[in-house]
């Protein structure tokens, strides 16, 4: 229902850092959104989200320290800044957004990140 837009992934280097980005476009207030990802050959695990009422942060335990989400306020855009890249970050990420009963769950098409020595 919602088409959710990603932006900012590609190749870097270990130790490097890239800002991913997830955009819904013609959505102006703040709701719950998520980033996950799916690392070759494993399951798909939770990565960073940030709640829609007063901006709360969780993060997965193999990113803490190392990345952060962000929200532009009211424009249900989110950041994903990587820091300190290992090669184990390498993974498909996907923007995901929480509608509820406004729009149910929505989720980006995927953005590659590829971290190499």
């Known amino acids: 229902q919602v088409q959710l837009v990603e932006s900012g992934g590609g190749p870097a280097q270990v130790g490097g850092s890239l800002r991913l980005s997830c955009s819904a476009a013609g959505r102006s207030s703040n709701y719950y959104m998520a980033w996950f990802r799916q690392c070759p050959g494993k399951e798909r695990e939770f990565v960073a989200s940030?709640?829609?009422?007063?901006?709360?942060?969780y993060y997965g335990d193999s990113v803490k320290g190392r990345f952060t989400i962000s929200r532009e306020n009211g424009k249900n855009t989110v950041h994903l800044q990587m820091n300190s890249l290992e090669p184990e970050d390498t993974a498909v990420y996907y923007c995901y957004l929480d509608l509820g009963n406004f729009g149910g769950k929505n989720w980006g098409q995927g953005i590659q990140v590829t971290v190499s020595s």
């Open positions: 940030i709640s829609g009422s007063v901006g709360i942060t």
